[in-house]
Nanobody
Framework: VQLQASGGGLVQAGGSLRLSCAAS????????VGWFRQAPGKEREFVAR????????FYADSVKGRFTISRDSAKNTVNLEMTSLKPEDTAVYYC??????????????????WGQGTQVTVSS
């Protein structure tokens, strides 16, 4: 499946952004989808995922309570609603998808399709 991430931008601390990951070629509902981010000079880190089937969600502790991952089946997208943004949320955000069954979905190695990334910058 081909993925296209969008929605990044510049926002002040405390603000909100909505990222979207659009899938082409396949129905997104058959994939587990994750969001990852990578800040300059840091390793890529897991942010959130939504499983298939069932749609259970899981978040990194650093974003729990502030970010929400969800599916929009009508648009064939997975969205990441980000609120109460902090400067430390600044990073390139990537969406990823997999049909594999993994012990967990917080490692990038479980995903076989990746979007191109969208920049999120949070100013203090």
């Amino acid at each position: 499946v081909q993925l296209q991430a969008s929605g990044g931008g510049l926002v002040q601390a405390g603000g909100s952004l909505r990222l979207s990951c659009a899938a082409s070629g396949r129905t997104f509902s058959s994939y587990t989808v994750g969001w990852f981010r990578q800040a300059p000079g840091k390793e890529r880190e897991f942010v959130a995922r939504i499983r298939r089937p069932g749609g259970s969600t899981f978040y990194a502790d650093s974003v729990k309570g502030r970010f929400t991952i969800s599916r929009d089946s009508a648009k064939n997208t997975v969205n990441l609603e980000m609120t109460s943004l902090k400067p430390e949320d600044t990073a390139v955000y990537y969406c990823a998808a997999t049909t594999l069954i993994c012990s967990n979905y917080v490692t990038g190695g479980c995903y076989d399709s990746w979007g191109q990334g969208t920049q999120v910058t949070v100013s203090s």
